[in-house]
């Protein structure tokens, strides 16, 4: 069987503080994705994943307690706690801009990986500690903010013993991603102590890679690479979406379209018998032993490539340039 990790990136908007947001709204808009009528965030997210009887991996940003008071993360964390979903790490150093007080002095970056070895154990052992202050289970598995990671934040976390990484993503080789691998490697892999899984994703007619993000997939293209890396015997597969995913741009109205992406997801692992949902703490390591073998991801298809930009385009106008004439 293929292990699916459906990763939800749940981080309140370094952006929407800086432009004054109150810690309340910020939560409201970033991590509960509240609208008019309902929410469509967390909640949601976890509501579908429990319909189709799946797991979720939050990684959650702990690092707006720097700024706010570590009394936020309950708010942020406690729900996905109580519906018994995993919660693992996740950082973003920009809020180290707004901190009362920085454990690295005034060094600052946009991603983890721009800080010296020294300074990211600094930082990223401050962030579990975060977490488990606010009663979670200690972090196995971490993700970089932006996948601004490097081979040095690696290292760290072998130091920290967490075992797991899911921050190489190819589609930002040579940005913020900086972990040596290449856009041919995406099988979990061990790396400096610890086992990296990147995310998954699918061949671009450009040559590039698409990640399996929701937001970035169209369903066919979601549902078939789902297939293709179960056909494969692939031995994971890591899909990533974000707390406020299911919003319009503007968050403030739901994105029809992506929610029914992620439905239509949920419904694609659950019915088929050769994908698995699982967590970081249900993975088995030998899943990355060097001779596990490798296969390619699902080939690049115009086709498909061509039913994306019309579903995008079709959603732009109904949830995006609408909302925009309304205002």
């Not at 009528?37 to 990684?59: N, R, S």
């Not at 013993?161 to 040579?174: H, Q, R, T, V």
């Not at 390591?285 to 079709?314: D, T």
């Amino acid at each position: 069987m293929t292990d699916v990790l459906i990763t939800i990136d749940t981080e309140l908007s370094a952006g929407l503080h800086q432009r004054g947001m109150s810690a309340r709204e910020n939560i409201d808009n970033s991590i509960l994705g509240v609208v008019p009528g309902g929410t469509v965030g967390i909640g949601w997210q976890m509501d579908q994943l429990e319909a189709h009887g799946l797991k979720g991996v939050f990684f959650v940003d702990p690092m707006p307690a720097l700024v706010y008071g570590p009394e936020i993360l309950a708010d942020m964390i406690g729900p996905i706690v109580a519906r018994r979903h995993e919660v693992q790490l996740h950082v973003h150093t920009e809020w180290l801009a707004w901190a009362k007080s920085a454990p690295v002095g005034k060094r600052r970056g946009q991603n983890i990986g721009d800080f010296d070895l020294a300074d990211q154990s600094t930082l990223l052992g401050l962030a579990r500690d975060l977490l488990e202050q606010a009663a979670v289970p200690r972090p196995i598995a971490f993700r970089a903010g932006n996948y601004g990671a490097d081979d040095r934040t690696l290292i760290a976390l072998s130091d920290l013993g967490i075992a797991w990484d899911s921050s190489f993503n190819a589609s930002y080789l040579g940005a913020a991603c900086r972990i040596g691998l290449t856009a041919n490697d995406h099988a979990p892999v061990w790396r400096h102590g610890v086992v990296e899984v990147p995310v998954s994703g699918i061949s671009a007619s450009s040559g590039l890679v698409r990640p399996a993000q929701v937001c970035a997939l169209s369903r066919w293209e979601m549902i078939d690479a789902l297939r293709h890396a179960a056909q494969h015997r692939q031995a994971a597969f890591v899909i990533v979406s974000h707390s406020f995913e299911m919003l319009s741009r503007d968050r403030r109205r739901p994105n029809r379209a992506v929610m029914a992406r992620f439905t239509a997801m949920c419904r694609e692992i659950a019915r088929n018998p050769d994908l698995r949902s699982v967590g970081f703490g249900d993975l088995d390591p030998a899943i990355a032993a060097p001779l596990h073998p490798k296969s390619s991801r699902l080939p690049a298809n115009p086709v498909r490539m061509i039913g994306r930009v019309i579903e995008q385009a079709a959603a732009t106008v109904r949830y995006e340039r609408q909302w925009s004439r309304a205002r």
